[in-house]
């Protein structure tokens, strides 16, 4: 696999993405969906889409990650791990944001039903659901870049671009 340190672009992506505020409850999740066809695409070379979404439907992984939830649970153990002194909520320390106990719950209530329409039977509803996952979380990421860009005050300006490395819409 390429080693992604060596690829500026990827390397201001990952930094930006771990360092943007207020990014929506769902936004945090369908970002781990990303980073998985991210760095299934850089290891295969960077095929196009279709070959990518494929494969990782196809995956040995697929299962152990998505229907049984593995990597959305990790992410939501990593914010438990950091409680808030005073019982308010969990500490993200690179975005330095709290997350309240009802976020949390979001996060569950979210994960649930990520898992349920990614364990659909038929191939093309998998597809379907990871490449809308991945459209709306592009998206997000778009819009909150363009802000960022022209607002020169932002402590993430630096690691901003207009792009994303993975790009879903033409």
């Given at each position: 696999m390429k080693n992604i340190r060596n690829d500026i672009t990827i390397r201001r992506y990952i930094n930006w993405s771990k360092i943007?505020?207020?990014?929506?409850?769902?936004?945090?999740l369908y970002e781990l969906i990303y980073f998985e066809l991210l760095f299934k695409?850089?290891?295969?070379?960077?095929p196009p889409l279709h070959r990518l979404?494929?494969?990782?439907?196809?995956?040995?992984?697929?299962?152990?990650?998505?229907?049984?939830?593995?990597?959305f649970q990790k992410y939501i153990d990593e914010i438990l791990e950091t409680p808030c002194d005073d019982g308010s909520g969990y500490y993200n320390s690179d975005s330095r944001e709290i997350l309240s106990k009802i976020n949390i719950k979001e996060l569950y209530d979210i994960k649930f039903l990520i898992k349920d329409e990614?364990?659909?039977?038929?191939f093309i509803n998998r597809y379907r659901a990871v490449l809308n996952y991945c459209k709306i979380y592009e998206s997000w990421c778009l819009e909150k870049k363009s802000k960022q860009v022209e607002d020169i005050t932002k402590k993430e300006r630096f690691d901003v671009t207009l792009d994303l490395p993975l790009r879903f819409s033409k």
């Amino acid at each position: 696999m390429k080693n992604i340190r060596n690829d500026i672009t990827i390397r201001r992506y990952i930094n930006w993405s771990k360092i943007v505020r207020d990014k929506p409850i769902h936004i945090r999740l369908y970002e781990l969906i990303y980073f998985e066809l991210l760095f299934k695409w850089l290891e295969m070379n960077k095929p196009p889409l279709h070959r990518l979404i494929y494969e990782i439907i196809n995956s040995d992984t697929y299962e152990e990650n998505f229907i049984k939830g593995i990597i959305f649970q990790k992410y939501i153990d990593e914010i438990l791990e950091t409680p808030c002194d005073d019982g308010s909520g969990y500490y993200n320390s690179d975005s330095r944001e709290i997350l309240s106990k009802i976020n949390i719950k979001e996060l569950y209530d979210i994960k649930f039903l990520i898992k349920d329409e990614l364990n659909t039977v038929k191939f093309i509803n998998r597809y379907r659901a990871v490449l809308n996952y991945c459209k709306i979380y592009e998206s997000w990421c778009l819009e909150k870049k363009s802000k960022q860009v022209e607002d020169i005050t932002k402590k993430e300006r630096f690691d901003v671009t207009l792009d994303l490395p993975l790009r879903f819409s033409k």
